[in-house]
């Protein structure tokens, strides 16, 4: 049976989720563009990303959580990122996630993982290293990307936007689980950013993307019903009032 991810940022979208039995909860660094605004997901703080893990924690106690380590900390030598995803883990996280196959990367993976803390990798397009999403087609990089992440003891590979026949073989090559995004219907399983597919943040509309509710509308809707109540004296009623 594939394995369910999505988004959450929020204590309350925390307890959906695991209401309604998600595999796992992916803090991620996306968390920049439908939180704060920004237009790619760069410019995200560890503090940011620490206090989102500690509402999604108290929101959905049982459920895996996957934290991703922000650029900001990325850039940094490995002891410092070992440091922040340290305080991830301390602040609820079961896994932290680090985008590409540099050797940079490759080097604070190992480090994390001799440190007993589980690594989720990320290849194909990743958001940290683009100006803009772009579908990553060089198979010959994506495999050889996607073998070093498993020597090296990933527990798991995000393929975002790469060809779905690339994504099937090295599914098929890996002992690990992949999780697709843009990547196909072969991978081990699938992630998507909730405020995307609730139709909360309506600003990006990828062609991975399946909108299952459209909440922008919705709120609008509502706002402009309570805004007419109360101008109109409608609101609150006898029942609203003490």
Avoid: W
């Amino acid at each position: 049976m594939s394995i369910t991810v999505l988004t959450a940022y929020d204590f309350n979208t925390a307890r959906a989720l695991e209401e309604a039995g998600i595999d796992y909860i992916l803090v991620g660094d996306s968390l920049a563009m439908v939180a704060h605004g920004h237009k790619n997901t760069k410019t995200i703080s560890l503090g940011q990303m620490l206090a989102s893990t500690r509402a999604v924690k108290k929101g959905a106690a049982k459920t895996k959580i996957i934290a991703d380590i922000p650029l900001s900390i990325v850039k940094k030598t490995k002891e410092q990122v070992l440091d922040a995803a340290k305080k991830l883990i301390q602040a609820g996280a079961d896994i932290v996630k680090i985008e590409n196959a540099e050797k940079q990367t490759i080097e604070q993976i190992k480090l994390l993982i001799e440190n007993n803390i589980a690594v989720m990798g990320h290849i194909g397009y990743t958001p940290q290293s683009f100006d803009k999403p772009i579908i990553v087609k060089d198979r010959e990089a994506l495999i050889a990307a996607a073998h070093k992440l498993n020597e090296v003891g990933v527990m798991a590979l995000v393929l975002e936007m790469i060809p779905a026949e690339i994504a099937k073989e090295i599914t098929e090559a890996l002992k690990i689980p992949t999780i697709g995004i843009g990547a196909g219907v072969d991978c081990s399983g699938q992630v998507l950013v909730s405020d995307d597919m609730l139709g909360r943040y309506n600003l990006f509309e990828p062609k991975f993307l399946k909108r299952y509710a459209n909440q922008y509308q919705e709120s609008v809707t509502a706002f402009k019903a309570y805004i007419e109540d109360v101008k109109n004296k409608n609101f609150p009623s006898s029942e609203n009032s003490y």
